[in-house]
C-alpha cells in the first residue's frame, strides 16, 4: 500500500483535507500528499471510518485542488531521524532540514508522539542548576529535569533571559554541559536572527538542534513540531546520556494552531473557544520533561507563553500553570521601570527548588532566607499600596523601612542586568544585605542561628571607635 | 463475543458488536487496547479506549470480554502503584522500561507471591456463612492484617475451609454451598466492578476528627473520618502539597493517593520519600499503608475517569475489613474535564462550559461513596474522601467548584494572594467551612482540651476583626485606628503567622499533634489578651509592639519538644512574667509622675 498513490481528495478547506477511505489505513498514520503541481505536503490521518479519512496537512491545504491531488499512505505514524548530527543542524517542523545540508543519515526512526512515560520510571529531580540570575536561582530555583516556563507578554524581553539562561546555565562550580533543543513557532525572522546569534556569541551553536517554524510559514506545522523537537531531545537525553535544556517558544502560537484545527473539525470547545483537550495535549508536551531511573541524561524545559493582554487567567498560562512545575512570570511594570529581568516575583514559583537547594545542594539557610524575601518583599509591596493611598509620609517608621526595602530589591536584587552571572553564594549573600535593611525581629521566617550568622547590624558595620 | 471498528476519532471508538450491554469492557485491535462500551445505537456499540487508539484502522476487530472495569480486591494492593485501570506500573517498568505498553492486561495483582492464611478460629465446616463474614487473616504488611472476607452477595453453607498455610491469591481457600446447590470456591481475593459502590450493613455517624497534623485543618475547619472534603485553588496555591501532607500525617489506616491528570513527579516524589517516612501512630513506614494510583496528565484521558472509581472501590475494600481509609483525589477537575471531553465528542449537549448536565449528579454519586459504616460483617469502617478542585483561572464559580461546594462539608478554599505571600499553607479563614465542627468539637473537648471551642471561636473572631481593620487602614491609613484596634491587628499577626502558618518542609513542625495545636494557640491568644489588659491601663500600644516575646511567638511552632523541655510552655511563663514587669514598671512610673 505504500507505493500506490490514490486520487481520493473530496475536499479540502482550513488544514484538513477529507479522502475517501481507503482500506487499512490506521490512525495517526503518516499521509504524503503531492499536489497538482508536484508539490510535496505531508499530513497525519487524525479520524477515520470506513466511509472517510480526515487528514490534517502540517504545510496547509492552499492551492490545493482535490481533483487533481495525489495521496500515498506511508503505512506507520510520524517519525523522524535521529542521529547524533542533530546537534548543529536547523529543521523545519516535520524534521526536515532548512539549512540546506543534506538529510539525515541513520536507521534510528522514532514515533514524534511517543508513548507516555511510566510514572513508575521516573526520578525525582534534585540537581540545582545555576542559571546566574538572582531572582530564579534565589527565589525560584530550576533543576534538572523540571519544566520552568516564562510567561511574558508582548515587547516584555522573555527572549533576551531565555538567551541568557541557555548562556549561563550550568551546575554550581562546572562547565555547562547542556545541549541545547531550540523549538520556535511562529517566532519573526528577526527574532530567530537574534537567537542564532546569540547561540552562536555563547558558542554553542554547535551543541544546539533547532526546530523553526516561522511567523509566515504554515500554521498547522505548528501543532507536530514541539513533538517533534522533544523527540529530538528524548534521544539526546535518554540515549546519548545528555543533559538537554528544551527552549520552547511560543506555546500560545502552539495553542492557536490548536484551536484553528479544533474550529475546523468542529470539536465543542470549552473555554475562549480552545478544545476541552487543550490541558491533556500540552500535557503530553510538557511531561516530556523529567529524569529517568538508571539513565544518566536529563531533559529541562524552558517554555516560554505569551500571556494575550498580561492575563494570566487566560487559558493557556493558565493550563500551563496546572501542569508545569512552577513558572517565571514577566512585569511590564518593572520592564517599565527598566528592571531587567523584570521577574514579577509573587507570583513566579518553582515547585522543585525544594528538594534542590539548602545543605548539600546550595546553603543551608538558602529555603528559610528565599521563604523570608517572599514574605518581606509582600509586606512591602502592601505598605507601598498603603503609601499610594496616604502619602508615603504618614507611613510608620517600620513601614518606611520596607518602603525602602523594596526598592533595592527590586533595583539591586531582581534587576540585575543582562550581563551579570551571579553564583549563588553571590546571590544569597546579597539577599542578607537586603534583608539586614529591615529591623532583627521582623525576620521570624529565618532561624536565630541564621540571624546570628548572617545578618548585618548597623553596628557591627560601624567602625569600631 | 466479536465486532468489527467502523469510525475512530481519538479516544472514541465505534464498532459494529450486536448485542453487547453497556459498561461491558471490550479489547480493541490484534495489540487488545481496552476499552468499555458507554452507549448503544441499535447494532453500534461507542466505545471509550483506555489506551491511545493510534494505528488502529476501521475494520478492525472487536473482542467483547463480558464483564464491566473490575478490579482484583485481595492481599497485595498496599504498596503498590497501579494505573488508572489497576495495572501494576513498577512490573510494567521492569518488563517493558520507560515508556508504557499498549495492550498489556497484567492483571493487578501479583499471582506467584505466597501469602500466610490464618483460618478465624471461631468458624466451624457446615455453618451458615454471608457477605462480609471473615474467613481469616493474611498479614499484608507489617501493620494491617489483611481480613479475608466472604464477597458480598454470596451467602450459604460453608463446606471446607484451608488450614493455615502459605497460598498465592488464586488458591482456593473455602467452599461454600448457596441456597440453589451451587457451590462457590473462595480465592484469597475476589473481582468487583468499580463504578458499584461495595454494599455494607448501613450508614453510621460519623464521630472523630480525621486528626492530620495541620493546624489550619484540625482547629479550624475540621474534617471527620468518613467525611467528604475538598481543597480547590488556583494553580500553585498547595492543593497536592495538602493532600500529601494528608496522606503523610492523618491518623488513618489506609491511604489511598489517586493521582488523577497530575503530573508524573508528584508520584515519584511519593514514591522516593513514603518508604522512608515513619507513620507517627505506628512507627512503621508509611508505604505500607499507602497506595497509589497514577493517571498522570500524559496517559490517556478516559482512564482517568477510571481511576477516581478505582481508587474509591479499593478505599471501600479496607473499609469493609474494618478500616479508616482516607482516599485523595488530585485533580476532580481533570476528571470532571474526561467526562467533558467523552461527552463533547459524543455530541452530547453542553450546559455549563462545555460539561454535560449530568456533572453535578456524577459528582454528587462520587461523593456519596464517603461515610463512617457499619459493614456485613459487623464491623466499623470509613471512607473519608478528598478532592482537590483545579478550578480554570482560580474562579471558585465554575461549575466543577461551584457543584462540589454544594456537595463537601469541608471545603478548604487556597488563596492565591496568600500563596503569593508564602504563606502555607494557602487555606483562607474567610471562605473555607467546615460543617464538622460541632462534632469534632466533642472530641477536642473530651480528648485534649475543655476550651477547645472558645479558643477557635476566639481565633477566628480576631481574623476577622483584623481582615475588617485592614480594610479601613487602607482606605484611611493606619493612624486612624484606636490603640486597641492597632494589638488586635497585631494579635491577628500572630495567629497568622504564628500559628496558621505551617511548612510542610520544616521538619519540627510538618506535622503537629492535637496536644500542641491547642497550646500553642492558647498561648499566642493569651499572649494577645494580657496585652489588651495591659493596654487598657494605659500601656502605649508602641511599647507592647516592642517587645522581643513577639517575634519569639511566631517561631515558637518550630521548636521542638523534648522530654525535659517544653518550649510553648516556657515562652508562656516568660511572656507572663516579662508583661507582668512591664505592667508593673508602667504603673510605678505612673504613680512615680503623678
Ligand atoms: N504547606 C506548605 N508548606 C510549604 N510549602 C508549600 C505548602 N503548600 C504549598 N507549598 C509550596 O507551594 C508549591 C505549590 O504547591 P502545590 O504543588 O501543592 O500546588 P497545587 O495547588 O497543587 O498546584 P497545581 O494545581 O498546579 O497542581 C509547592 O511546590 C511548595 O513550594
Ligand atoms: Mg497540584
Known amino acids: 500500500m505504500k507505493d500506490i498513490e490514490y486520487r481520493c481528495v473530496d475536499a479540502a478547506r482550513g488544514g484538513l483535507m477529507f479522502l475517501r477511505a481507503v482500506p487499512g489505513v490506521g490512525l495517526g498514520e503518516r499521509v504524503r500528499v503531492v499536489d497538482s503541481h508536484g508539490q510535496e505536503r505531508t499530513g497525519q490521518v487524525i479520524r477515520a471510518t470506513e466511509e472517510l479519512l480526515l487528514v490534517q496537512v502540517f504545510e496547509g491545504t492552499d492551492h490545493l485542488n482535490p481533483e487533481e491531488t495525489w495521496v500515498r499512505f506511508l503505512g506507520e505514524p510520524f517519525h523522524i531521524t535521529l542521529a547524533p548530527g542533530i546537534l548543529g543542524r536547523v529543521f523545519n517542523g516535520i524534521g526536515q532540514p532548512r539549512d540546506q545540508r543534506p538529510e539525515l543519515l541513520s536507521n534510528l526512526r522514532r514515533n514524534v508522539n511517543g508513548s507516555p512515560v511510566n510514572p513508575a520510571a521516573r526520578a525525582y529531580p534534585r540537581e540545582f542548576i545555576e542559571t546566574g540570575v538572582s531572582a530564579i536561582d534565589g527565589l525560584n530555583s530550576l533543576v534538572r529535569g523540571q519544566k520552568l516556563p516564562i510567561f511574558s507578554g508582548s515587547g516584555l524581553p522573555h527572549n533576551e533571559l531565555a538567551a541568557q539562561i541557555v548562556r549561563q546555565a550550568r551546575l554550581p562550580g562546572e562547565e555547562s554541559d547542556f545541549a541545547i533543543v531550540f523549538a520556535a513557532m511562529g517566532m519573526s525572522h528577526n527574532e530567530a536572527r537574534f537567537f542564532e546569534e546569540n547561540f552562536e556569541a555563547s558558542g554553542v551553536l554547535g551543541k544546539v538542534a533547532m526546530f523553526i517554524n516561522l511567523a509566515d510559514d504554515p500554521v498547522i506545522e505548528r501543532l507536530i513540531l514541539p513533538r517533534t523537537a522533544l523527540t529530538a531531545a528524548e534521544y539526546l537525553a535518554f540515549d546519548r546520556d545528555m543533559h538537554v535544556l528544551v527552549v520552547i517558544t511560543d506555546m500560545t502560537q502552539y495553542a492557536s494552531a490548536l484551536r484553528e484545527v479544533a474550529t475546523a473539525k468542529g470539536d465543542v470547545p470549552s473555554r475562549k473557544g480552545y478544545p476541552g483537550y487543550l490541558y491533556s495535549d500540552l500535557a503530553e508536551i510538557y511531561e516530556r520533561a523529567g529524569r529517568i531511573k538508571a539513565r544518566h541524561g536529563s531533559i529541562t524545559m524552558v517554555p516560554v507563553v505569551s500571556m494575550p493582554s498580561d492575563d494570566i487567567t487566560h487559558p493557556i498560562p493558565d493550563l500551563t500553570g496546572y501542569i508545569t512545575e512552577g513558572q517565571i512570570v514577566l512585569s511590564r511594570e518593572l520592564h517599565n521601570q527598566g528592571v531587567y529581568p523584570p521577574i514579577n516575583i509573587p507570583p513566579s514559583l518553582s515547585r522543585l527548588m525544594k528538594d534542590g537547594i539548602g545543605k548539600d545542594h546550595t546553603r543551608e539557610d538558602h529555603p528559610r532566607v528565599a521563604s523570608q524575601i517572599y514574605a518581606s518583599y509582600a509586606r512591602a509591596l502592601e505598605v507601598r499600596n498603603l503609601a499610594s493611598i496616604i502619602g508615603a509620609e504618614e507611613l510608620s517608621s517600620s513601614d518606611q523601612q520596607y518602603l525602602d526595602f523594596g526598592s533595592s530589591f527590586e533595583a539591586r536584587f531582581v534587576g540585575q542586568g543582562a550581563e551579570e552571572g551571579r553564583s549563588i553564594g553571590q546571590t544569597l549573600d546579597l539577599c542578607w544585605e537586603l534583608l539586614s535593611q529591615l529591623p532583627r525581629q521582623e525576620l521570624t521566617r529565618v532561624s536565630e542561628a541564621d540571624l546570628a550568622r548572617y545578618y548585618v547590624s548597623e553596628r557591627e558595620e560601624a567602625p569600631a571607635a | ?594
Not at chain 2, 79 to 96: A, M, N, V, Y
Not at chain 2, 366 to 378: H, I, K, N, Q
Not at chain 2, 539 to 563: C, F, M, N
Open chain 2, 1 to 594: 463475543m466479536q465486532g468489527r471498528i467502523t469510525e475512530l476519532n481519538g479516544p472514541i471508538v465505534t464498532a459494529e458488536l450486536p448485542g453487547i450491554a453497556t459498561g461491558e469492557q471490550v479489547h480493541l485491535g490484534a495489540l487488545g487496547i481496552v476499552g468499555e462500551v458507554i452507549a448503544r445505537e441499535r447494532d453500534e456499540a461507542i466505545i471509550q479506549a483506555y489506551e491511545s487508539t493510534e494505528s488502529l484502522c476501521p475494520g478492525d476487530t472487536v473482542e467483547a470480554l463480558g464483564h464491566p472495569l473490575s478490579v482484583e480486591l485481595g492481599p497485595g494492593l498496599l504498596g503498590q502503584i497501579f494505573d488508572g485501570i489497576q495495572r501494576p506500573l513498577e512490573k510494567l517498568f521492569s518488563r517493558h522500561g520507560d515508556k508504557l505498553p499498549r495492550g498489556d492486561n497484567e492483571p493487578g495483582l501479583a499471582r506467584e507471591r505466597g501469602w500466610a492464611f490464618e483460618p478465624n478460629p471461631a468458624l466451624k465446616e457446615g455453618q451458615h456463612v454471608a457477605g462480609g463474614a471473615q474467613l481469616g487473616t493474611v498479614p499484608e504488611t507489617e501493620t494491617i492484617e489483611h481480613r479475608i472476607l466472604v464477597p458480598p452477595g454470596i451467602e450459604g453453607e460453608l463446606l471446607e475451609i484451608a488450614p493455615a498455610g502459605s497460598y498465592n491469591i488464586e488458591n482456593v481457600i473455602a467452599h461454600v454451598r448457596d441456597t440453589h446447590g451451587d457451590i462457590h470456591e473462595l480465592q484469597l481475593f475476589h473481582r468487583w466492578p468499580v463504578r458499584h459502590a461495595r454494599p455494607y450493613k448501613q450508614r453510621d455517624n460519623a464521630v472523630a476528627p480525621l486528626l492530620t497534623g495541620q493546624r489550619i485543618l484540625d482547629t479550624f475547619f475540621p474534617l471527620l473520618k468518613g467525611g467528604k472534603g475538598a481543597v480547590p485553588g488556583p494553580f500553585g496555591a498547595g492543593k497536592t502539597m495538602v493532600q500529601q501532607q494528608i496522606a503523610r500525617w492523618a491518623d488513618a489506616d489506609i491511604v489511598i493517593y489517586v493521582g488523577c491528570g497530575e503530573r508524573g513527579n508528584e508520584l515519584v516524589d511519593i514514591l522516593e520519600t513514603f518508604p522512608n517516612l515513619t507513620d507517627p501512630h505506628t512507627g512503621r513506614s508509611l508505604m505500607e499503608r499507602t497506595l497509589l494510583i497514577a493517571n498522570t496528565s500524559n496517559m490517556p484521558v478516559v482512564a482517568r475517569e477510571a481511576s477516581i472509581y478505582v481508587g474509591v472501590t479499593l478505599a471501600e475494600y479496607y473499609r469493609d475489613q474494618g478500616y479508616d481509609v482516607v482516599m485523595v483525589a488530585d485533580s476532580t477537575s481533570r476528571w470532571a474535564e474526561a467526562l467533558r471531553e467523552v461527552g463533547g465528542r459524543l455530541g452530547e449537549m453542553p450546559v455549563e462550559e462545555g460539561y454535560p448536565a449530568y456533572l453535578a449528579s456524577r459528582l454528587a454519586a462520587f461523593y456519596e461513596r464517603a461515610g463512617r459504616v457499619e459493614t456485613l460483617g459487623d464491623r466499623r469502617g470509613s471512607v473519608t474522601l478528598i478532592g482537590a478542585v483545579s478550578p480554570p483561572g482560580g474562579d471558585f464559580s465554575e461549575p466543577v467548584t461551584a457543584h462540589t461546594k454544594d456537595i463537601v462539608e469541608t471545603f478548604w478554599a487556597l488563596s492565591k494572594p496568600l500563596a503569593d505571600a508564602r504563606h502555607y499553607p494557602a487555606v483562607d479563614w474567610t471562605d473555607s467551612f467546615s460543617g464538622y465542627a460541632a462534632v469534632a468539637a466533642r472530641w477536642w473537648k473530651e480528648e485534649i482540651s475543655p476550651d477547645w471551642e472558645s479558643t477557635r471561636a476566639e481565633a477566628l473572631a480576631l481574623l476577622s476583626q483584623a481582615d475588617e481593620l485592614t480594610r479601613i487602614v487602607n482606605l484611611v491609613g493606619p493612624e486612624a485606628l484606636s490603640p486597641a484596634q492597632r494589638w488586635a491587628l497585631e494579635g491577628a499577626s500572630l495567629v497568622k503567622q504564628g500559628v496558621l502558618q505551617q511548612s510542610a518542609l520544616d521538619p519540627v513542625d510538618s506535622y503537629c499533634d492535637p496536644h500542641k495545636q491547642v497550646a500553642l494557640l492558647q498561648a499566642v491568644l493569651k499572649l494577645y489578651d494580657t496585652g489588651r489588659e495591659l493596654l487598657s491601663h494605659g500601656i502605649p500600644v508602641q511599647e507592647l509592639l516592642r517587645q522581643p516575646l513577639l517575634a519569639e511567638a511566631r517561631r515558637l511552632k518550630g521548636l521542638e519538644s523534648k522530654d525535659d523541655a517544653d518550649p510553648i510552655a516556657d515562652f508562656d511563663s516568660r511572656a507572663e512574667n516579662s508583661l507582668a514587669e512591664l505592667r508593673g514598671q508602667y504603673l510605678r512610673q505612673q504613680e512615680g509622675s503623678a
